[in-house]
T-cell receptor
Framework: AQKVTQAQTEISVVEKEDVTLDCVYE???????LFWYKQPPSGELVFLIR??????QNEISGRYSWNFQKSTSSFNFTITASQVVDSAVYFC????????????FGTGTRLKVLA | DGGITQSPKYLFRKEGQNVTLSCEQN?????MYWYRQDPGQGLRLIYY???????QKGDIAEGYSVSREKKESFPLTVTSAQKNPTAFYLC??????????????FGPGTRLLVL
């Protein structure tokens, strides 16, 4: 069975604090893809990053960074020096490379950044 | 600009009525998807289509129907058989899965409410 768990339902931080959003996944596939999406209050899901299972390099994009660890089946997302505009729901997703290729989404983490 | 459009933004359905949600993309993507999002939950797949004139049921297809007569368009009909249709509906598209760099991109969503 494939599953994505985002245990943090809601996180509140004060502006300029760093925050890490956790994502733990389960899959028996040896090849798979992991994603993070941002859903601002407007509702549209905005793609942030895709990572394939063969690439465990951490990635940094501005204030965003991602830590992929196959040994712990985790793909955590850190926002450095958070801003009010970062307030949104963040989803982690897993895509299998077998079968239907469908995405499995976590339940999301609501991040509130307070001014 | 390339992207995905969904209309209407809000849709009201009366009891026993069928309603159709529009999804159009000009990204030249072969694959299109419909998801349902309920409060506090992740996205659940309703239907997907990898090519024109072909589509497959997702995890929660009962009470819904789709068509794929054109590459650019993938309308979703919520039928009277769907007893709890109030939700946020998101359409997505991607290149055909399996080509390695496939990422789903999402439209702005349609919020369906029952009168």
């Amino acid at each position: 069975a494939q599953k994505v768990t985002q245990a943090q339902t809601e996180i509140s931080v004060v502006e300029k604090e760093d925050v890490t959003l956790d994502c733990v996944y389960e899959t028996r596939d040896t090849t798979y893809y992991l994603f993070w999406y941002k859903q601002p209050p407007s509702g549209e899901l905005v793609f942030l990053i895709r990572r394939n299972s063969f690439d465990e390099q951490n990635e940094i994009s501005g204030r965003y960074s991602w830590n992929f660890q196959k040994s712990t089946s985790s793909f955590n997302f850190t926002i450095t020096a958070s801003q009010v505009v970062d307030s949104a729901v963040y989803f982690c997703a897993l895509r299998s490379t077998s079968g239907t290729y469908k995405y499995i989404f976590g339940t999301g983490t609501r991040l509130k950044v307070l001014a | 600009d390339g992207g995905i459009t969904q209309s209407p933004k809000y849709l009201f359905r009366k009891e026993g009525q069928n309603v159709t949600l529009s999804c159009e993309q000009n990204l030249n993507h072969d694959a299109m998807y419909w998801y349902r999002q309920d409060p506090g939950q992740g996205l659940r797949l309703i239907y997907y289509s990898q090519i024109v004139n072909d589509f497959q049921k997702g995890d929660i297809a009962e009470g819904y129907s789709v068509s794929r007569e054109k590459k650019e368009s993938f309308p979703l009909t919520v039928t009277s058989a769907q007893k709890n249709p109030t939700a946020f509906y998101l359409c997505a598209s991607s290149i055909v899965p399996g080509q390695g760099k496939e990422t789903q991109y999402f439209g702005p969503g349609t919020r369906l409410l029952v009168l």
